[in-house]
């Protein structure tokens, strides 16, 4: 029996479940057994057959979920609007609903009721702030699932606030008296986040970290069932822990009848086989949440991978379904829209299947008036030495290129990292002007080599981004890396970064600066440092309470003007709003961690414009990835970018002008091309202005007349 609405879900979803025999063994083995691409046409027909016959009767079952919960939601805002006592004095209901004799073909119109909840809401009192009209509908959402005994996705955009919807739920499990354990699962570096939004706006619930040492944890596993009380209420402790305890310690916490399990950053699960999924799969828990910004980042596989964890009596082997959709459908030219249209069939029956678990809202869809954002990509020009080094390594002549300096060569040392760097004293028009002496400049007579060909990609990954990466001059004796301005004059990157920084600075902005290499990110140390501006790091090595305070630092020191930060480790969950402006050095193979990483600031809390600076070495591997990330954001584009996912818009995947324009359109507002000139103080000031943000929304494709610059279009 439902402990809040006195519904006995559970019969009627074994009857759905009845009603819709699936052959779902047969068609999963099947489907198994080898590659696609060598099976001959009758087998592919076949398998093909069995597929769509496997989500086909899916598609029933879920379909009956869906008017299901439309019919709870139903009940639950009746009875909130019961409770209230106001609905006749307040609330002009005019359409009268029955969910009894609600048959399932036929659609609820239930807008108005869902109007007066929202007048009527009364958020859970343990919640600590004012949620926006659509966190309450959010939390509605997840109620109904959870009175269902259904697991769900809340995949709203970046920033528009899951971890608060998700607090706010679990304020509303400790009201109804819901004993625990419940659990957060995150990535280390969302915790600080966590811990913070569950004190500011949860703040009588108690947190349990469940994180350090093996004799630590043991100690805090004693803890998980403790329950205490807030005023009348008995509340339960929330556990909170991160993806890499799940897995060391699975043995313990799959001992556990968790309550309910909310997982943030659920991309993560992207692939069914990782050993988090299993993990998750052996937890007993009567219902799991998952958060994530991106539920889509790479192929198909991990839309199923979703099925698989929503439904995982159905959807438990997903081998050789990726097959049927490859990444390479979405380069580019428009007779593949042909391909992609075919495939239309299964992609279609997946997003309607998922429809009624996932909840997708998009900042476009809200109220929240976030402030412009607009996205530029500089292609930075290539030094002599980027440009001899690249070339060696194409033509895999870089040990006789570099066989000369052999005798002198060290190895390559892991460069110190720095907490913290002196203040500067003064900026100029250009430049930072450092309290300290600058380096004497020294001739470089050592060098440091760093060539692994084992994987020529990276290695010209490097040398596009800074050739001291393979190739750095050393303190002659000291096998430190030399400093001096030639760190700024190597690399097309460095000298873009060096005239943009200055000028940033001067004019009072932020910056988050985004890397996928950390080596990369020790160099750019080495050049703040030398150019004495005030930064602080963040990086996958970091602890928790290193993290925190690099954060706190950066937000609340108005002299700490950057943040290092590397992609990976830090695109996910973090609040810092401090910044304005977003440079990503190096663009990830997958764009929804560049997106991720521009998100920590263009969110909540952001009242200034936000340009988000791109850099891209020209003619290099750079402009390799740049084209392959944009592919990739045409698939999510495609599948769950215009709004499928909000469960008041219809589907409509098969219209082939609406796919054609997707994979026409551009992600980036402006692209600049620098033709290797060191950039004038007024090309500058084009390239940083703003004013365009001030009073409108950022402009497409705006034209650019500087010298030195040429737009792209
Ligand atoms: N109702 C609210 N009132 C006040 N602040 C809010 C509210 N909702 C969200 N915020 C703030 O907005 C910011 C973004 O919220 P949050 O981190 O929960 O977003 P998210 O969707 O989880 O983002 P991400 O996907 O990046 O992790 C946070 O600083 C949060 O405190």
Same mark, same amino acid.
């Given at each position: 029996?439902?402990?809040?609405?006195?519904?006995?879900?559970?019969?009627?979803?074994?009857?759905?479940?009845?009603?819709?025999?699936?052959?779902?063994?047969?068609?999963?083995?099947?489907?198994?057994?080898?590659?696609?691409?060598?099976?001959?046409?009758?087998?592919?027909?076949?398998?093909?057959?069995?597929?769509?016959?496997?989500?086909?009767?899916?598609?029933?079952?879920?379909?009956?979920?869906?008017?299901?919960?439309?019919?709870?939601?139903?009940?639950?805002?009746?009875?909130?609007?019961?409770?209230?006592?106001?609905?006749?004095?307040?609330?002009?209901?005019?359409?009268?609903?029955?969910?009894?004799?609600?048959?399932?073909?036929?659609?609820?119109?239930?807008?108005?009721?869902?109007?007066?909840?929202?007048?009527?809401?009364?958020?859970?009192? +343990?919640?600590?702030?004012?949620?926006?009209?659509?966190?309450?509908?959010?939390?509605?959402?997840?109620?109904?699932?959870?009175?269902?005994?259904?697991?769900?996705?809340?995949?709203?955009?970046?920033?528009?606030?899951?971890?608060?919807?998700?607090?706010?739920?679990?304020?509303?499990?400790?009201?109804?008296?819901?004993?625990?354990?419940?659990?957060?699962?995150?990535?280390?570096?969302?915790? %600080?986040?966590?811990?913070?939004?569950?004190?500011?706006?949860?703040?009588?619930?108690?947190?349990?970290?469940?994180?350090?040492?093996?004799?630590?944890?043991?100690?805090?596993?004693?803890?998980?069932?403790?329950?205490?009380?807030?005023?009348?209420?008995?509340?339960?402790?929330?556990? #909170?822990?991160?993806?890499?305890?799940?897995?060391?310690?699975?043995?313990? +916490?799959?001992?556990?009848?968790?309550?309910?399990?909310?997982?943030?950053?659920?991309?993560?699960?992207?692939?069914?086989?990782?050993?988090?999924?299993?993990?998750?799969?052996?937890?007993?828990?009567?219902?799991?949440?998952?958060?994530?910004?991106?539920?889509?980042?790479?192929?198909?596989?991990?839309?199923?991978?979703?099925?698989?964890?929503?439904?995982?009596?159905?959807?438990?082997?997903?081998?050789?379904?990726?097959?049927?959709?490859?990444?390479?459908?979405?380069?580019?030219?428009?007779?593949?829209?042909?391909?992609?249209?075919?495939? @239309?069939?299964?992609?279609?029956?997946?997003?309607?299947?998922?429809?009624?678990?996932?909840?997708?809202?998009?900042?476009?869809?809200?109220?929240?008036?976030?402030?412009?954002?607009?996205?530029?990509?500089?292609?930075?020009?290539?030094?002599?030495?980027?440009?001899?080094?690249?070339?060696?390594?194409?033509?895999?002549?870089?040990?006789?290129?570099?066989?000369?300096?052999?005798?002198?060569?060290?190895?390559?040392?892991?460069? %110190?990292?720095?907490?913290?760097?002196?203040?500067?004293?003064?900026?100029?028009?250009?430049?930072?002007?450092?309290?300290?002496?600058?380096?004497?400049?020294?001739?470089?007579?050592?060098?440091?080599?760093?060539?692994?060909?084992?994987? %020529?990609?990276?290695?010209?990954?490097?040398?596009?981004?800074?050739?001291?990466?393979?190739?750095?001059?050393?303190?002659?004796?000291?096998?430190?890396?030399?400093?001096?301005?030639?760190?700024?004059?190597?690399?097309?990157?460095?000298?873009?970064? @060096?005239?943009?920084?200055?000028?940033?600075?001067?004019?009072?902005?932020?910056?988050?600066?985004?890397?996928?290499?950390?080596?990369?990110?020790?160099? #750019?140390?080495?050049?703040?440092?030398?150019?004495?501006?005030?930064?602080?790091?963040? @990086?996958?090595?970091?602890?928790?309470?290193?993290?925190?305070?690099?954060?706190?630092?950066?937000?609340?020191?108005?002299?700490?003007?950057?943040?290092?930060?590397?992609?990976?480790?830090?695109?996910?969950?973090?609040?810092?709003?401090?910044?304005?402006?977003?440079?990503?050095?190096?663009?990830?193979?997958? %764009?929804?961690?560049?997106?991720?990483?521009?998100?920590?600031?263009?969110?909540?809390?952001?009242?200034?414009?936000?340009?988000?600076?791109?850099?891209?070495?020209?003619?290099?591997? *750079?402009?390799?990835?740049?084209?392959?990330?944009?592919?990739?954001?045409?698939?999510?584009?495609?599948?769950?970018?215009?709004?499928?996912?909000?469960?008041?818009?219809?589907?409509?995947?098969?219209?082939?002008?609406?796919?054609?324009?997707?994979?026409?359109?551009?992600?980036?507002?402006?692209? #600049?091309?620098?033709?290797?000139?060191?950039?004038?103080?007024?090309?500058? *000031?084009? +390239?940083?202005?703003?004013?365009?943000?001030?009073?409108?929304?950022?402009?497409?494709?705006?034209?650019?007349?500087?010298?030195?610059?040429?737009?792209?279009?």
């Amino acid at each position: 029996m439902n402990e809040t609405t006195g519904m006995d879900s559970s019969d009627e979803i074994d009857i759905l479940m009845e009603e819709s025999p699936l052959d779902v063994g047969d068609a999963i083995q099947e489907d198994n057994n080898s590659s696609l691409h060598s099976m001959d046409n009758e087998e592919r027909e076949k398998r093909y057959k069995n597929l769509l016959k496997l989500l086909q009767n899916s598609n029933k079952l879920s379909n009956a979920f869906d008017t299901k919960l439309k019919n709870c939601k139903l009940q639950i805002i009746k009875k909130e609007l019961e409770k209230s006592n106001k609905v006749d004095e307040n609330v002009p209901i005019k359409v009268e609903v029955d969910p009894n004799t609600v048959s399932n073909n036929q659609p609820i119109e239930n807008e108005e009721y869902e109007e007066c909840y929202l007048k009527l809401f009364k958020q859970p009192i +343990l919640f600590n702030g004012t949620l926006k009209n659509y966190q309450k509908e959010g939390l509605l959402w997840i109620r109904t699932l959870f009175e269902n005994g259904l697991n769900g996705i809340l995949a709203d955009d970046m920033g528009l606030g899951k971890t608060i919807q998700a607090i706010a739920f679990l304020c509303f499990l400790s009201e109804m008296g819901i004993s625990g354990p419940l659990l957060v699962i995150a990535p280390l570096s969302t915790i %600080p986040n966590w811990l913070s939004e569950f004190s500011k706006f949860a703040p009588q619930l108690k947190t349990l970290l469940y994180h350090g040492k093996d004799t630590q944890r043991s100690d805090i596993r004693s803890q998980f069932n403790t329950n205490y009380k807030v005023g009348n209420l008995n509340c339960t402790c929330i556990v #909170i822990t991160t993806y890499e305890i799940l897995r060391s310690d699975i043995q313990f +916490l799959k001992k556990y009848h968790w309550k309910y399990i909310t997982i943030d950053e659920g991309h993560k699960l992207k692939n069914s086989l990782t050993l988090t999924n299993k993990c998750l799969r052996e937890f007993d828990c009567a219902n799991k949440l998952i958060l994530t910004g991106t539920p889509i980042q790479n192929n198909m596989n991990e839309l199923w991978t979703l099925l698989n964890v929503l439904m995982p009596q159905l959807f438990n082997d997903v081998k050789d379904f990726s097959s049927w959709f490859v990444i390479d459908d979405f380069y580019g030219t428009n007779d593949r829209i042909i391909n992609i249209a075919t495939k @239309d069939e299964i992609l279609d029956i997946i997003v309607k299947i998922l429809k009624p678990f996932i909840l997708r809202r998009q900042k476009t869809e809200t109220d929240l008036n976030l402030p412009p954002k607009k996205e530029i990509v500089i292609y930075a020009p290539i030094t002599e030495l980027q440009h001899k080094l690249y070339k060696a390594t194409l033509s895999k002549e870089m040990n006789t290129l570099l066989n000369k300096e052999l005798e002198t060569q060290s190895e390559l040392e892991v460069l %110190p990292k720095r907490k913290c760097v002196q203040s500067i004293e003064r900026y100029t028009e250009t430049r930072a002007i450092r309290k300290t002496e600058p380096i004497q400049k020294v001739e470089p007579k050592d060098m440091a080599v760093s060539l692994v060909f084992l994987n %020529p990609f990276i290695q010209l990954k490097k040398i596009s981004n800074h050739p001291y990466l393979v190739h750095m001059p050393l303190i002659p004796g000291e096998k430190k890396i030399l400093v001096d301005e030639n760190i700024v004059n190597a690399s097309g990157k460095f000298l873009i970064l @060096d005239a943009m920084l200055s000028k940033l600075k001067l004019l009072g902005h932020k910056v988050l600066l985004f890397s996928t290499m950390t080596q990369l990110l020790d160099l #750019i140390e080495e050049f703040l440092i030398f150019r004495s501006y005030q930064y602080t790091r963040l @990086d996958g090595t970091m602890d928790i309470a290193d993290r925190v305070v690099a954060i706190t630092t950066f937000t609340n020191d108005p002299d700490c003007f950057l943040m290092l930060i590397s992609t990976r480790a830090g695109g996910l969950g973090l609040n810092l709003t401090a910044a304005d402006t977003v440079i990503i050095f190096d663009s990830d193979w997958n %764009p929804q961690c560049d997106l991720q990483a521009q998100d920590r600031c263009h969110r909540i809390g952001q009242v200034k414009p936000v340009a988000v600076y791109r850099l891209c070495t020209k003619s290099t591997v *750079d402009e390799k990835i740049l084209a392959h990330a944009a592919a990739k954001r045409k698939l999510e584009k495609i599948v769950i970018g215009n709004g499928t996912f909000n469960r008041s818009t219809k589907i409509n995947l098969s219209n082939i002008k609406e796919l054609m324009s997707l994979l026409e359109s551009s992600d980036y507002d402006q692209q #600049i091309q620098s033709n290797g000139f060191i950039l004038s103080d007024e090309e500058l *000031d084009s +390239l940083l202005d703003r004013s365009d943000m001030v009073n409108s929304k950022p402009k497409a494709n705006r034209t650019q007349s500087a010298k030195h610059f040429e737009v792209l279009t």
